[in-house]
């Protein structure tokens, strides 16, 4: 459950929104599905309608019944955390409220998309999601898919509200999120799989991941590892997870359609996606298929804690 220093969990997976063969949201999928990730995979922490759910295509009824139900399945172990960020700040206010009441621990709130706002009005959005209710709010900065950057002095800005007590960090930018760590309270977590271990090693606490819905296990070794005092054998365990990283995120299909085409190889909750994405072709979900059996069998060996000596 959260704390002081992992206030949404510490390996925390954005949750795919499972759906049936006929596109209707599958909650019996979605509390089997968060319930593998906590038991079997290590997870601590759940995101929720966050982008990686589809919560562009889920209507508000979705997002409450399948929130209502991850909470029902895991909230006594896990940080369930809810996506309400969009580019109305109405429209988030409501649905933080309702997150709230639907028993959510904590909020991800996106910068607002396409919309475009300058610094101090996207500030003062943030500041009114955060005001909206009692929940701690994880700040998701994710400049290339939402068009916006948070700026090093608007997080420093926000840093300064009780209730903002985080970042979702998917910019990039390490020399930003190294500042920030250094000057506030904030705790960071990578937002991109590929950066885990190099947050981690600037002050993250942290990853919120889309490869863990099927590689959660693996995802929770790697910060385990450079956690527990042996950096080389984080770095060994990181190596082996990025071609799982890229083949995931790293083509056309975005993760949620990588993901899905996973768990649904594995008899899994996971389903269709909704239009305008497509599902998975039977080619690719080969590829994905023989990509994750690889990484499994390296995590699933024994791995060195340190470099092999030098001959003679």
Same mark, same amino acid.
Request: glycine share 10%; aromatic share 4%.
């Given at each position: 459950?959260?704390?002081?220093?992992?206030?949404?969990? $510490? +390996?925390?997976?954005?949750?795919?929104?499972?759906?049936?063969?006929?596109?209707?949201?599958?909650?019996?999928?979605?509390?089997?599905?968060?319930?593998?990730?906590?038991?079997?995979?290590?997870?601590?922490?759940?995101?929720?309608?966050?982008?990686?759910?589809?919560?562009?295509?889920?209507?508000?009824?979705e997002?409450?019944?399948?929130?209502?139900?991850?909470?029902?399945a895991?909230?006594?172990?896990?940080?369930?955390t809810?996506?309400?960020?969009?580019?109305?700040?109405?429209?988030?206010v409501?649905?933080?409220r309702?997150?709230?009441r639907?028993?959510?621990?904590?909020?991800?709130?996106?910068t607002?998309?396409?919309?475009?706002?300058?610094?101090?009005?996207?500030?003062?959005?943030?500041?009114?999601?955060?005001?909206?209710?009692?929940?701690p709010?994880?700040?998701?900065?994710?400049?290339?898919?939402?068009?916006?950057?948070?700026?090093?002095?608007?997080?420093?800005?926000?840093?300064?509200?009780? $209730?903002?007590?985080?970042?979702?960090?998917?910019?990039g930018?390490?020399?930003?999120s190294?500042?920030?760590?250094?000057?506030t309270?904030?705790?960071?977590?990578?937002?991109?799989?590929?950066?885990?271990?190099?947050?981690a090693?600037?002050?993250?606490?942290?990853?919120?991941?889309?490869?863990?819905?099927?590689a959660?296990?693996? +995802?929770?070794?790697?910060?385990?590892?450079?956690q527990?005092?042996?950096?080389?054998?984080?770095?060994?365990?990181?190596?082996?997870?990025?071609?799982l990283?890229?083949?995931?995120?790293?083509?056309?299909?975005?993760?949620?359609?990588?993901?899905?085409?996973?768990l649904?190889?594995?008899?899994?909750?996971?389903?269709?996606?909704?239009?305008?994405?497509?599902?998975a072709d039977?080619?690719?979900t080969?590829?994905?298929?023989?990509?994750?059996e690889?990484?499994?069998?390296?995590?699933?060996?024994p791995? $060195?804690?340190?470099?092999?000596?030098?001959p003679?």
């Open positions: 459950m959260s704390n002081a220093q992992h206030p949404f969990g $510490r +390996v925390v997976v954005a949750m795919v929104s499972p759906f049936t063969c006929h596109g209707v949201l599958d909650l019996d999928g979605a509390g089997r599905l968060a319930t593998r990730l906590v038991d079997h995979h290590g997870v601590d922490g759940i995101v929720v309608n966050g982008t990686t759910g589809e919560s562009l295509t889920t209507s508000e009824a997002k409450e019944h399948l929130l209502r139900t991850v909470v029902e895991v909230g006594d172990r896990a940080v369930v809810a996506g309400v960020g969009s580019s109305d700040t109405a429209y988030t409501r649905s933080a309702a997150a709230e639907a028993g959510a621990h904590g909020l991800l709130a996106v607002p998309y396409f919309s475009r706002p300058p610094q101090h009005a996207l500030v003062e959005h943030l500041f009114t999601v955060a005001d909206a209710c009692d929940l709010v994880l700040l998701y900065d994710i400049p290339a898919r939402a068009g916006i950057e948070l700026s090093r002095d608007s997080i420093l800005r926000l840093a300064e509200h009780p $209730r903002i007590a985080g970042v979702k960090d998917c910019a930018n390490l020399g930003k190294a500042a920030v760590i250094a000057s309270q904030l705790r960071y977590y990578s937002g991109a799989d590929e950066l885990n271990l190099p947050l090693a600037v002050g993250a606490v942290g990853c919120v991941s889309t490869v863990g819905n099927v959660g296990r693996a +995802v929770r070794a790697v910060l385990d590892a450079y527990s005092g042996h950096p080389v054998q984080a770095a060994m365990l990181h190596h082996g997870l990025l071609p990283i890229e083949a995931m995120m790293g083509g056309e299909a975005p993760g949620t359609v990588t993901a899905k085409a996973l649904n190889s594995q008899g899994l909750p996971g389903g269709t996606v909704r239009r305008p994405l497509a599902n039977t080619q690719l080969a590829e994905l298929t023989a990509v994750l690889r990484v499994n069998a390296i995590f699933d060996a791995i $060195r804690t340190s470099a092999p000596a030098p003679g």
